[in-house]
C-alpha cells in the first residue's frame, strides 16, 4: 500500500509551480499517494494529485485566521503518513499534528524574519520587535518537526542547532519547461523582461521603468513584466514613471505563458533591493532566465555574483540604480551575438546543477527518513496493543 503524503497551503495557490509542480509530482512519481490541502475555487484531482480545497480569502488577516483553522479541519480528516506544510502561518496547525502523534515536515521557502522589514503592511515602528518573536517563535517550533525542508543553504544554517534531520531542497527550475531553448523566434521591437508571482517596490519594479526612460532613443526596445503588482497604488506610480511608456504589464501568466514570454527576451531581469533576505536568496527566477538559454541582469550580491560570473551568463548591477540597470540593458541590446553565448552557457549550467532533477531527490530522501520514522512508530503502537 503507498504512503500518503499530505501537503498544506493557506498562503499560496494550489497549483504553485514549487509546491504542485515540483514536489508534488516528484513525491507522486516515486510512489506516494499525495493530497494536497490548498486555497482553491473547489476540490479536485489533476496529474494524479488529489486536491483539497479550502477558502480563498482576500483579506491577510482573514486568510491566517479562517484559512487556517480550514486547513486544520481538513488535515484531520485524512490519515497521511507524512504532513508537510509550507507557511510560517500554518505552524499551529503543524504543532496540533505532531501532538495527535504524526510525523511533520516545515518546509521553508524564505527568511521569515528577514522579511518583515520590507513588508509595506507593518508599522515601521513594529519591524524590529516583530522579527524578533519570529525568529524566537520558528526556532522553538522547529524543534518539535519530523523534518525540515529549506530552500537554500542560508536558511538551514539557521535551524541546523534545532533540527539536525533537514534537507535542503533548492527552487531550481523544471528543464522540460523550456524545451524549446534558444529556438523561438525573438520579437520585434526586442525586449527584456521581469517575471515572478509578484510585482513589488523590494523587487525593483520602479528601477525596471524607470532603466527604460534612460535608453538612447536608438535602443528600440521594451520591459514586459509579468505578475501581480503588490497594491494599486504601486500600479499608479508605475505608471507615472516616464519609462512606463516603453513597458508592457502583462498580468500573471500560466507556466506556458511564462516560458513564451521568457524565450523570446533579450535578458531576464531579476534586480533585488538589497533587503537581507534577499541578498542570501536563490530566485528561481534567476535560474528559470538562465534555462531559457536568455542572459541575466542581476542584482550584484555575494551569492548572484558566485552564480552569475561563475557561468558566465550576464551582467551584475547596483540594482537602486536605474541608469546601470539601463547601460545593461543597451550593451546586451547592441551585443547579440554575446548575449547569446551568455545565454548558452547559462543554459548548460542549469543543465548540469541548477536543475529540479537533481533537488528533488534530497527531497525523497527526506521522505524515506521521515516515513520511514513513522511507519516503525505506528508499528510499535500497534504491536504494544
Not at 79 to 96: G, K, N, Q, R, S
Not at 193 to 222: C, F, H, K, N, W
Amino acid at each position: 500500500m503507498a504512503l500518503r503524503a499530505c501537503i498544506l497551503t493557506s498562503a499560496h495557490p494550489a497549483f504553485d509551480v514549487r509546491i504542485f509542480h515540483k514536489e508534488c509530482k516528484s513525491l507522486l512519481g516515486a510512489g506516494y499517494e499525495v493530497v494536497l490541502i490548498a486555497p482553491h475555487e473547489r476540490s479536485t484531482s489533476l496529474s494524479g494529485v488529489r486536491v483539497e480545497a479550502v477558502p480563498k480569502l482576500g483579506s491577510r488577516w482573514r486568510r491566517m485566521l479562517f484559512t487556517t483553522i480550514a486547513v486544520y479541519k481538513r488535515s484531520r480528516k485524512i490519515d497521511a503518513d507524512c504532513y508537510h506544510f509550507h507557511d510560517a502561518e500554518l505552524i499551529p496547525v503543524a504543532l496540533l499534528l505532531r501532538l495527535a502523534g504524526k510525523a511533520v515536515v516545515y518546509d521553508i521557502h524564505e527568511d521569515l524574519p528577514r522579511t518583515v522589514s520590507y513588508k509595506p503592511y507593518v508599522p515601521k515602528w513594529l519591524r524590529k520587535p516583530l522579527e524578533k518573536i519570529f525568529e524566537v517563535a520558528e526556532s522553538a517550533a522547529v524543534r518539535f518537526f519530523s523534518g525540515l525542508i529549506a530552500a537554500t543553504p542560508e536558511i538551514a544554517s539557521r535551524f541546523l542547532r534545532a533540527n539536525s534531520l533537514i534537507a535542503i531542497v533548492q527552487n531550481y527550475p523544471l528543464i522540460e519547461e523550456f524545451p524549446r531553448i534558444m529556438s523561438a523566434e525573438p520579437q520585434t521591437p526586442g525586449y527584456v523582461t521581469y517575471v515572478g508571482q509578484r510585482i513589488t517596490v523590494a523587487r525593483g519594479a520602479q528601477e525596471m521603468v524607470r532603466a527604460m526612460s534612460l535608453l538612447p532613443a536608438s535602443i528600440d526596445a521594451r520591459l514586459k513584466l509579468v505578475g501581480s503588482v503588490e497594491s494599486e497604488r504601486l500600479l499608479g506610480d508605475l505608471t507615472l514613471i516616464p519609462g512606463w511608456a516603453k513597458t508592457d504589464y502583462l498580468g500573471p501568466q500560466d507556466r506556458a505563458g511564462v516560458a513564451d514570454v521568457i524565450q523570446r527576451a533579450i535578458a531576464g531581469l531579476v534586480v533585488l533591493h538589497p533587503e537581507p533576505n534577499y541578498i542570501n536568496s536563490y530566485p528561481v527566477k534567476l535560474f528559470e532566465y538562465m534555462c531559457a538559454g536568455i542572459p541575466v541582469i542581476a542584482s550584484d550580491f555575494p551569492i548572484f555574483r558566485s552564480i552569475v560570473e561563475c557561468s558566465q551568463c550576464g551582467l551584475l548591477v547596483d540594482p537602486l540604480n536605474p541608469r546601470e540597470l539601463a547601460a545593461a540593458i543597451e550593451y546586451l541590446t547592441t551585443h547579440p551575438a554575446e548575449a547569446r553565448e551568455m545565454g548558452a552557457r547559462g543554459r548548460l549550467a542549469v543543465e548540469t546543477h541548477y536543475n529540479w532533477a537533481n533537488e528533488k531527490e534530497f527531497l525523497l530522501g527526506l521522505y524515506r527518513e521521515v516515513c520511514g520514522a513513522a511507519v516503525a512508530s505506528s508499528n510499535v503502537k500497534v504491536e504494544a496493543t
